[in-house]
């Protein structure tokens, strides 16, 4: 029962370099959501995807672009790393239906130096 | 905007003492309500919710009353474990639908000692 899986689990990158990190879900859900967590200030929203072919900004997307070209998957790409990014990124997933849970996978830790 | 504020930690407390995390919220209409609990490493695991007006959310001993005269979600425990240390997170998805966001309070840890 895998849920939602993210790659890598652990990535350091140096300042300007690029990268995608991987989000796949199995359970058919229609939303799906990426989050970035600093220390002490909870998660914030960086884009969410209501369906295939459908993405939109959260609260935080400067510096990151995502697509959804299918329900399973959901990357998130960094072009121009900056220290600013350094964070732990969470990749979610939900039903569309109202008061349902999201789902969300182990994470990412990335370090920008 | 919607909000959520819950209490500042850490939170130490002894094996089998009572536990309340108190979380309040600032939104339109009626949100859903969500705590989440994240273990050492690991991502997010949903522990309990309520979607209306005072529903109680319950599981694995903790509970949480949606009480919308006070806008609050307070999360208790009536006798805590080691294995509950954790960080707890309240949360709100806006009763507007459409994308059911989460919006998350800061996240309050929890360390129970033997």
């Known amino acids: 029962n895998a849920g939602v899986t993210q790659t890598p689990k652990f990535r350091i990158l140096k300042i300007g370099q690029s990268m995608t990190l991987q989000c796949t879900q199995d359970m058919n859900h229609n939303y799906m959501y990426w989050y970035r967590q600093d220390p002490g200030m909870g998660l914030k929203l960086i884009y969410y995807s209501v369906g295939a072919g459908i993405t939109d900004k959260g609260e935080v997307p400067n510096g990151y672009n995502v697509s959804r070209s299918t329900t399973e998957d959901f990357p998130l790409r960094l072009e121009l790393a900056a220290p600013s990014q350094t964070s732990v990124y969470f990749c979610?997933?939900?039903?569309?239906?109202?008061?349902?849970?999201?789902?969300f996978g182990d994470g990412t830790r990335l370090s920008i130096l | 905007g919607d909000s959520v504020t819950q209490m500042e930690g850490p939170v130490t407390l002894s094996e089998e003492a009572f536990l309340t995390i108190n979380c309040t919220y600032t939104a339109t209409g009626y949100p859903s309500l969500f705590w989440y609990v994240q273990y050492p490493g690991e991502g997010l695991q949903l522990l309990l919710k309520?979607?209306?007006?005072?529903d109680k959310g319950s599981n694995k001993g903790f509970e949480a009353t949606y009480r919308k005269e006070t806008t609050s979600f307070h999360l208790e425990k009536g006798s805590v474990q080691v294995s509950d240390s954790a960080v707890y997170f309240c949360?709100?998805?806006?009763?507007?639908?459409?994308?059911?966001?989460?919006?998350f309070g800061k996240g309050t840890k929890l360390t129970v000692n033997p």
């Open positions: 979610a997933s939900s039903y569309s239906i109202g008061g349902q849970p999201q789902h």
């Open positions: 949360a709100l998805t806006p009763s507007q639908g459409g994308s059911e966001k989460l919006v």
């Open positions: 309520a979607t209306k007006a005072d």
